[in-house]
């Protein structure tokens, strides 16, 4: 197992994420298997996985719950168990205390290794820096009584969001940021832009969603051949991995292995560090491009259509949430972004005039795309 350092800790640097357990539901992700969790988490101990993640809301709740009950067979100092405070429901903010010493009693500990203000995105930024909520002060003072001993982010929202958030009193506090990154999402989601802001911070990175929940775990015949060509024997999810081997600023790996195969597999990955030459970094960005490209819309942030909008809508903004929608075949970040725009600035409020067409320098049928987003977010 490959490690990382971290303020004078040793952790591994695939982390057992667990928002996608084994579960024994006929529709839905509940009652999660415990029995075999328990399996796969003997396994990871075993090769090395020393970090676990879990959340409030994973499984229904049930994450916390199960993934405490396993570990408590194994010495406390023999793993580091990460949680969050669930701020992506704003209905939670005045919950703070409450909530954080549920999260104790529910896994079953004393204190958290590690701990994150959970999914920073834009309806809930403001009420995250709203200091009548006293969330900043409470997890600090956990800090200091030694209930969290690093306390961190994670962001889902744009790089303005994620930059305002750092920008306000939480930044200095934050000693690490978990962010979604895989080689796709590099420049589909401008997690290059993020990655440098957290460099220029010194901010250490935690990874989610490696694999982009699956996508990038089986790829099209074609993009197979590509990969093939440049390492014989690497597996198209090692791809992936291999991708943010080669970024030095990335100290946590964090992947939601739901069975045993997946969980074998990955380790062996992160038995060795090989991380990408530049000619094989290019070719795997440009396969991604191609990916993207041949499904969404290719706008270029120009911004000449804002200005003839009698709505004042930030087009290139809602066409870069659509273009994830479509491309991910739909999922929770556009549908996020989108509840907190004002009425007047959402999808729906495009008249369908095509005044911003007549300028569209790539002919976008922006108009048809704004229509379709609304049926979409349905």
Not at 67 to 91: C, H, M, N, W
Request: glycine letters at 6%; proline letters at 4%.
């Amino acid at each position: 197992m490959i490690y990382k350092e971290f303020k004078g800790l040793k952790l591994s640097n695939l982390g057992l994420g667990t928002m996608r357990l084994p579960n024994k539901g006929v529709n839905g992700d509940t009652p999660i298997d415990e029995e075999e969790t328990a399996r796969m988490v003997e396994y990871a101990i075993n090769k090395g996985i020393n970090y676990f993640d879990t959340a409030w809301g994973y499984h229904n709740g049930e994450s916390e719950l199960v993934i405490g009950k396993v570990l408590q067979k194994y010495p406390r100092e023999s793993f580091y168990l990460a949680t969050k405070f669930p701020g992506y429901d704003v209905s939670n903010m005045d919950k703070v205390e409450e909530i954080f010493e549920k999260q104790l009693e529910k896994t079953g500990m004393e204190y958290f290794d590690f701990y994150l203000i959970h999914n920073v995105y834009e309806r809930n930024v403001d009420p995250y820096l709203d200091e009548k909520y006293g969330i900043l002060d409470y997890l600090l003072k956990q800090k200091e009584n030694g209930r969290i001993k690093h306390l961190g982010f994670s962001v889902h929202g744009s790089f303005d969001v994620m930059k305002k958030f750092l920008d306000s009193r939480y930044g200095e506090h934050m000693e690490f940021c978990q962010v979604q990154l895989n080689y796709l999402d590099y420049e589909f989601q401008d997690a290059k832009a993020k990655l440098k802001l957290l460099k220029e911070l010194n901010i250490p990175v935690w990874v989610m969603e490696p694999l982009r929940g699956g996508k990038l775990a089986k790829l099209s015949e074609e993009n197979e051949t590509k990969l093939k060509a440049l390492r014989s024997n690497e597996t198209v999810p090692a791809w992936a991995f291999r991708f943010l081997q080669s970024i030095p600023e990335v100290t946590m790996v964090l992947s939601g292995m739901s069975n045993m195969e997946q969980l074998e597999q990955n380790i062996k990955t992160f038995e060795e560090d090989k991380p990408l030459s530049e000619n094989e970094m290019k070719e795997l960005i440009e396969m991604a491009r191609e990916m993207v490209n041949g499904k969404t819309l290719p706008c270029t942030s120009c911004r000449y259509c804002t200005a003839h909008c009698p709505k004042g809508i930030d087009i290139p903004k809602i066409l870069a949430l659509y273009n994830e929608h479509v491309f991910t075949g739909g999922g929770f970040i556009a549908p996020m972004a989108i509840s907190a725009l004002p009425d007047d600035k959402k999808p729906s409020a495009c008249i369908g005039c095509k005044s911003c067409e007549a300028v569209c320098p790539q002919q976008l049928k922006i108009a048809e795309a704004m229509s379709n987003f609304v049926d979409l977010l349905k």
